[in-house]
């Protein structure tokens, strides 16, 4: 059997596939290489993993080899650079870890959520494709620019409504960073309602229903577990946050939860700690790392908490 080819030479199928597989060498070979690199990527992506998580475990064993487990889960004050032994007791940095959360998330949420009704109910696709890049912006500042900003800007702007605020506050801090994961919660929220059927919007507009009835009462229930989803992991974005609570919310840790004075976070102490207040093999640099452990306990709980709740109550359209 031949195949006449445009130059009227008449070649068989035999010597065709023949000269096909010639010039498929090289992609042959590259098909035979890349999944050996990718599995490659794979691998160091999850040894690395596994190093930092054993560094961490065994770094705050080291820890725990001198001050007690109890006391410093339970204990009420952090005075690690006091004289003889100090103090750990870890309850002061996790109550400024969880003021700043909870400002964050009262600022985030009803702001994230109801630009996320807004762009999946109400703006059209124009408008959409203006608005969504322009809020996603801000996910992309670097941290410590929204440091500044808190101290520089916000803290004096609410000095003027508050004149006891102090300099270093948790309230600022806390209002910049959830200004920070608008776009994440505002996202992930308008994916979810997103994703709910558009049939379902058309019902309950034929059965007399407003367009605000739809979104608040068809909607917001049909995308319940993406948009719960977006808000713990909002909130875990926010325990995590480092450079704005260091430079703008002060290095006082206390069980206070008073806004307007200096608190501590957990990762602001490990930024102090890390500039070098503390000597190789002391006590204290052994904290950074239980703190560590600490919070990566808790976000680690949010984030499984997070996965639960959206294989739990999603919705199957």
């Not at 030479?9 to 597989?21: H, L």
């Not at 979104?215 to 909130?235: E, Q, T, W």
């Not at 008073?258 to 501590?264: A, C, E, M, P, R």
């Amino acid at each position: 059997m031949a195949f006449v080819k445009s130059d009227e030479k008449k070649v068989s199928i035999r010597e065709m596939i023949k000269e096909n597989k010639s010039k498929k060498g090289a992609s042959t070979i590259i098909e035979k290489v890349m999944p050996l690199l990718l599995l490659i990527t794979a691998v160091v992506s999850v040894l690395t993993t596994v190093g930092i998580l054993f560094t961490l475990i065994f770094e705050t064993a080291t820890f725990f080899s001198r001050v007690p487990f109890f006391d410093y889960i339970t204990g009420t004050k952090w005075l690690p650079f006091v004289e003889a032994e100090g103090n750990y007791g870890v309850l002061p940095l996790i109550t400024g870890t969880l003021l700043i959360a909870f400002i964050a998330m009262a600022v985030a949420i009803p702001v994230g959520l109801g630009a996320a009704i807004f762009l999946s109910e109400y703006a059209s696709d124009r408008t959409r494709r203006i608005i969504k890049p322009i809020l996603e912006v801000l996910a992309g500042i670097p941290t410590i620019v929204y440091g500044f900003f808190a101290l520089t800007f916000v803290t004096p702007l609410l000095k003027q409504v508050i004149p006891d605020l102090g300099l270093f506050n948790a309230l600022s801090p806390g209002i910049v960073v959830g200004i920070m994961i608008i776009p994440m919660i505002a996202s992930l929220s308008e994916d979810a309602m997103s994703s709910v059927p558009r049939s379902m919007r058309e019902g309950a507009l034929a059965l007399g229903a407003t367009r605000f009835e739809v979104a608040i009462k068809v909607v917001l229930p049909a995308a319940l577990s993406g948009i719960i989803a977006s808000f713990v992991l909002g909130i875990s974005r926010a325990i995590g946050e480092t450079m704005i609570v260091t430079v703008a919310g002060g290095a006082t840790p206390t069980m206070a939860t008073d806004v307007t004075s200096s608190i501590q976070t957990m990762t602001a102490y490990i930024v102090q700690v890390a500039t070098g207040d503390a000597g190789y093999g002391t006590t204290v640099y052994y904290s950074i790392y239980a703190v560590g452990m600490t919070l990566f306990v808790f976000t680690l709980v949010m984030n499984l908490l997070a996965q639960f709740i959206t294989k739990r109550f999603r919705e199957e359209y």
